[in-house]
């Protein structure tokens, strides 16, 4: 009984509408840190050059999943205790409203004095015509009229639509939570990185086509809408200062029977204008720019590849990243091949800018674009199976020599002269390709929404 009468109290201390406010001001509250630091479901990259630059305060931050604020322990706990409170809240109220609205209008107590205010006047005129002027007084009012034949009531009540407007509001709040909850139960969120330009696109026939991917619990990634999309171009507004002012991309893509018949839409990507195609919605998020370099061997053989960097700055757009590559077949016997790989890793600056010798870029568009790389020969880890960064060198390999840097100098447009010894040259092939990132979610109700 003990057990029962605690429970009993806890449920109603947790349904009442004051609780309901303390959670609500919780939710809010704790969605602070979602708008003010970078989430990893919006931009991972953002959060890993956080946690780079803040690593003592970042490692907290993480352990309290503030860079996954919207799917933390904390906020979901909040958010379901929130739900359970408004359910138990609003259902006898709701019950009671439309008992209240279904009820007639109580009578008048026969001894005036137990209502809070009242009056007593005598008027001229029969019970009868009195109680008509009175109820044309009373219009918008649910009112009845007694008559026992001795005398004239008139009860009347208001008020109901106000109680009406307020549970409808707080119903609304708890159908938007049902609705985000659908939404993170059947949604799924991918993000690639797509070449303009000219580069292969991408489809998004199964999770392994997204760089990263999220999916709701009950999505597995098997039944995907099939999409294609590839990219013609990326272009971008700027002001003087280098911040920008518009993103727009001109886009081709197949869906449903487009993918049989080969038929390819265009369509232009804007920011907060997506894509919206078999229940998906396709986003233009980000950008930044993929360099060209060209390997050429002894022998005139040559490799060639367009890899994306990741923005160091996103004001001026100033990149690192690294280009690998394997020699030509027949070159080097099997067993050596490991031995000279290629690995170029620097600096792309779309805009150069040069402290003495140092490379900077001081605007995102690309007006003077120059790099800054240095070559490393060796075992740049293409074949060993073993996950590695995309935009940087694995440091183990330099550390056990297994790669090692070669000699050379940097050329006054950022390309890398070879020295005399190295057996290959290294160039940059401007134009330099521009990349845009592309967000697919699933919509679920209506209710999912770019953030």
């Not at 907290?60 to 359970?84: E, G, H, M, N, P």
């Not at 109680?131 to 026992?148: C, M, Q, S, Y």
């Not at 369509?267 to 919605?281: F, I, K, M, S």
């Not at 900077?360 to 075992?379: C, E, F, K, Q, W």
């Amino acid at each position: 009984m003990w057990v029962l009468r605690k429970a009993r109290a806890g449920w109603r201390a947790l349904t009442s509408m004051g609780t309901a406010l303390v959670l609500l001001f919780l939710l809010a509250l704790g969605a602070v840190p979602g708008a003010m630091l970078p989430q990893r479901s919006l931009n991972e990259s953002k959060v890993d050059g956080y946690l780079r630059e803040n690593p003592a305060l970042g490692k907290i931050f993480d352990r309290l999943q503030l860079f996954d604020v919207f799917s933390s322990f904390w906020f979901t706990a909040i958010y379901a205790l929130l739900f359970i409170s408004l359910v138990g809240c609003l259902t006898p109220r709701i019950v009671e409203h439309i008992r209240s609205m279904r009820a007639a209008p109580v009578p008048v107590p026969r001894n005036l004095a137990r209502l809070p205010r009242h009056a007593e006047l005598v008027v001229a005129g029969t019970s009868t015509q009195v109680a008509d002027r009175i109820a044309g007084e009373l219009k918008g009012w649910r009112r009845v009229t007694r008559d026992d034949g001795a005398a004239v009531e008139i009860s009347a009540e208001k008020g109901y639509l106000r109680e009406f407007g307020n549970i409808v509001f707080h119903f609304s709040l708890l159908g938007l939570l049902a609705a985000v909850a659908v939404g993170k139960l059947f949604g799924y969120e991918g993000n690639v990185i797509v070449i303009a330009d000219g580069g292969p696109g991408m489809c998004s026939a199964s999770p392994a086509a997204f760089d990263s991917f999220r999916a709701g619990n009950s999505v597995d990634g098997t039944s995907l809408y099939p999409i294609c999309v590839r990219v013609k171009n990326f272009q971008a507004e700027y002001l003087p200062n280098g911040q920008a002012t518009s993103f727009a991309s001109d886009i081709d893509y197949q869906a449903g029977a487009d993918l049989a018949t080969g038929t390819w839409r265009p369509y232009r990507l804007e920011v907060n204008h997506p894509l919206r195609v078999g229940g998906d919605r396709v986003y233009l998020q980000g950008h930044g720019y993929a360099p060209t370099f060209t390997v050429t061997f002894p022998g005139g053989q040559q490799r060639t590849r367009t890899v994306q960097f990741s923005p160091d700055n996103l004001q001026t757009l100033l990149s690192s990243g690294t280009v690998r590559f394997d020699p030509p077949a027949g070159m080097y016997p099997e067993k050596e091949l490991r031995r000279h790989q290629i690995a170029i890793t620097g600096l792309f600056a779309p805009t150069k800018e040069l402290d003495g010798t140092l490379l900077s870029s001081s605007y995102p568009a690309l007006n003077d674009p120059a790099v800054a790389v240095d070559i490393y020969r060796g075992d740049a880890g293409l074949d060993t199976g073993r996950p590695q960064s995309l935009f940087s060198l694995d440091p183990r390999l330099i550390e056990q020599k297994r790669l090692t840097k070669s000699n050379g100098s940097i050329s006054p447009k950022g390309s890398r002269s070879p020295s005399t010894t190295a057996p290959w040259s290294v160039s940059t092939a401007p134009p330099l390709s521009s990349i845009c990132r592309s967000r697919t979610t699933r919509d679920s109700c209506g209710c999912w929404c770019s953030r």
